[in-house]
């Protein structure tokens, strides 16, 4: 059986080798842009069908992100929503015959763990200027210092596993029990690899909202 | 006894003791939430919300125990 930590290399783009997670991620990134265009080039004021479903995803992202970040949301929501789009649709790509799921790899959750990461500093640094964020890591005393330098990279290191665990294992049991147990046995799993994807997705984006949060200004 | 059926052993063990304390966790932390949710239910939305960003925390435990099993199994170390 394969190492699930072996990358599937395609093809060599120069020096860099281009490993399947990566073509996959293109295609999710060319389908993600062509239906992000095709569905805003004819605006109406009063909403139907599809416009009305988009409207209604951005909305509730938005209202997510406002209920956390006390104040100007509007600022994170292209960085979150993708997050949880992007991460949806690469979870839920498992699903399609064919496909295999670019997050199951460690190295997407790895690539989105460190985009949330440096969004975190960017943030903290963006609010409070680089000595107010610097000094926000002893706020409490100064004992707290590598306790919270510590958890800057627990948490982000988590993040990456949270993700990359519930994929790949959800993935490796339905192969495992195709293998061997029968044809139409995993389908109930597949089910809930539904849930799983959706619920992994959100967690992401939420815990990427709390952590900018909390690196921002506590202006209240 | 190799290594390598020492390692099959201690993977089984440790995804098997890594699974107990989180399940038990999440099952109190749900219960708690649910007592919260029917005290409160227009409060509903931040109660879920925080439920679920705690959950995620408790269950990295047990994910930290699913990497070292696999670790040991197809990246282990020791074994050429």
């Known amino acids: 059986m394969e190492s699930p930590f072996i990358p599937h290399v395609m093809f060599m783009l120069g020096p860099v080798p281009i490993s399947y997670a990566v ?3 293109w295609g999710i990134m060319l389908g993600l842009v062509v239906v ?9 004021t009063f909403p139907e069908g599809w416009q009305a479903a988009i409207e209604l995803l951005i909305v509730t992202i938005d209202e997510q992100i406002g209920e956390v970040i006390q104040g100007n949301s509007k600022r994170f929501l292209p960085l979150i929503g993708s997050l949880f789009i992007f991460i949806a649709i690469a979870n839920l790509i498992d699903l399609l015959p064919g ?10 959750p790895a690539a989105l763990a460190m985009i ?12 409070q200027g680089l000595w107010g964020y610097l000094k926000s890591y002893a706020k409490p005393s100064v004992i707290m210092l ?25 993935q490796f049991l339905i192969s495992i029990l195709l293998v061997f147990v029968g044809f139409l046995v995993p389908v ?21 909202t709390v952590f900018i949060a909390a690196a921002m200004a506590d202006t209240s | 006894m190799d290594l390598e059926y020492i390692s099959i052993i201690a993977a089984a063990l440790t995804v098997s003791a890594g699974a107990v ?22 409060a509903a939305g931040p109660l ?33």
């Open chain 1, 116 to 127: 949330a990461y440096f969004s975190v500093h960017y943030a903290g640094i963006s609010s």
């Open chain 1, 146 to 170: 590598p306790f919270t330098l510590l958890s800057q990279i627990t948490r982000t290191f988590s993040m990456m596993v949270r993700l990359f665990g519930n994929m790949m294992s959800g």
């Open chain 2, 21 to 42: 304390g989180p399940a038990l966790s999440e099952g109190y932390a749900v219960a708690r939430a649910m007592e919260a949710i029917a005290r409160q239910p227009e």
């Open chain 1, 36 to 44: 992000a265009w095709l569905s805003c080039r004819h605006f109406s």
């Open chain 2, 48 to 80: 879920a919300r925080t439920l679920f960003v705690g959950l995620a925390m408790i269950e990295t435990t047990a994910i930290y125990c699913l990497v070292v099993a696999l670790l040991l199994l197809y990246a282990n170390p020791f074994i050429k």
């Open chain 1, 99 to 108: 496909l295999s799921a670019p997050t199951s790899v460690l190295e997407t």
């Open chain 1, 23 to 25: 073509v996959v991620t």
């Open chain 1, 188 to 208: 109930p799993l597949m089910a809930l690899h539904v849930l799983i994807s959706l619920l992994q997705a959100y967690i992401f984006a939420i815990l990427a």
